[in-house]
């Protein structure tokens, strides 16, 4: 039940949210060779950036353009959605969230089968976000890939604390993607 509510509170987060994330991406240029960003229009040693500030500014890009192409398949077109997250994703390929928001958007235009490769995706060289490894094993579980489903719960719950109820419905998906597994095989 608390699983349900996070979900369903993150999906709303993403369909409500009016603000943006903010960095100094407009004032930022290319990283120089000692691991620093030039700030634009200025040339002294003082007001260089450390490359950090730089991933930041790609995160507020990325965080951004997915709240955007987001709202634009909940208005019904999910072919631009998608071109926006593709060009993204073309600019940011060492950042998974867009090929996660991928996945999303296609979950939501009931294209299961093509959003469970942009999870796959996600996952990869992203092996410890959770959220992630949860939406590649719901897409599983809604595509009937139940040992797949299993075997992503699984790596999600090694860990997690026992005593912690939300945790419960996750084992308890777990469990019935076994049952299910076991019955289909």
């Not at 004032?27 to 634009?40: D, L, Y």
């Not at 959770?130 to 299993?150: F, N």
């Not at 075997?151 to 090694?158: A, G, P």
Request: glycine share 6%; charged share 25%; hydrophobic share 40%.
């Amino acid at each position: 039940m608390r699983f349900a509510l996070l979900a369903f509170l993150v999906a709303g987060s993403l369909s409500a949210c009016t603000g943006q994330v903010r960095s100094n991406a407009e004032q930022m240029s290319a990283v120089g060779a000692n691991g620093t960003a030039h700030v634009a229009g200025e040339a002294s040693d003082h007001n260089r950036m450390p490359a950090r500030e730089l991933d930041m500014a790609a995160e507020e890009t990325i965080s951004n353009g997915c709240l955007h192409a987001w709202r634009t398949a909940l208005a019904g077109n999910e072919k631009a959605a998608m071109a926006e997250l593709q060009d993204l994703n073309n600019k940011f390929p060492q950042i998974k969230t867009t090929e996660l928001m991928m996945g999303q958007v296609l979950e939501h235009s009931g294209k299961t089968k093509q959003a469970i490769e942009h999870y796959r995706k996600a996952v990869v060289g992203n092996e410890f976000s959770t959220m992630h490894r949860i939406k590649l094993a719901q897409a599983y579980r809604k595509d009937k890939q139940y040992d797949k489903a299993a075997e992503m719960y699984d790596q999600v719950l090694k860990g997690a604390p026992t005593d912690d109820p939300m945790w419960d419905a996750l084992r308890k998906e777990m469990d019935e993607c076994k049952a299910k597994s076991k019955a289909k095989g």
